[in-house]
């Protein structure tokens, strides 16, 4: 397994932006695909968007996150990233970065209880002020 590690998280304005990166050790790293998800106080985990293996990269969206959302990796260097913008104070929450071979996994994590991604991060926490 690989071993996640989240980082980038903190206290920003409304409005403004934040980059959060998941650092990933132990296994080859391109052999996953990679999710970020988060968690708000009182409620259910959901996905923000995964991205494939390599080769490409896709990437998949909910329709809810598209638009201030973009995920990206660098498979050289074992990280992969989430840039935010525009933020604004419901998103904050602790945010999750996840690891599977299976892209199909990660998409439908918060969805569907059998697919369980393989690996989880300890979270980051983000705060958006008003």
């Known amino acids: 397994q690989v071993q996640l590690v989240e980082s980038g998280g903190g206290l920003v304005q409304a409005g403004g932006s934040l980059r959060l990166s998941c650092a990933a050790s132990?296994?080859?790293?391109?052999?996953?695909?990679m999710g970020w998800f988060r968690q708000a106080p009182g409620k259910e985990r959901e996905l923000i968007g995964a991205?494939?293996?390599?080769?490409?990269?896709?990437?998949y969206y909910p329709d809810s996150m598209k638009g201030r959302f973009t995920i990206s990796r660098d498979n050289a260097k074992n990280t992969m990233y989430l840039q935010m913008n525009s933020l604004k104070p419901a998103d904050t929450a602790v945010y999750y970065c996840?690891?599977?071979?299976?892209?199909?996994?990660?998409?439908?994590?918060?969805?569907?209880?059998?697919?369980?991604?393989?690996?989880w991060g300890q979270g980051t926490l983000v705060t958006v002020s008003s």
């Open positions: 132990g296994r080859t790293f391109s052999n996953y695909a």
């Open positions: 996840a690891a599977d071979p299976v892209l199909h996994t990660l998409v439908l994590a918060t969805t569907d209880k059998d697919k369980n991604p393989e690996v």
């Open positions: 991205i494939s293996r390599r080769s490409g990269f896709s990437t």
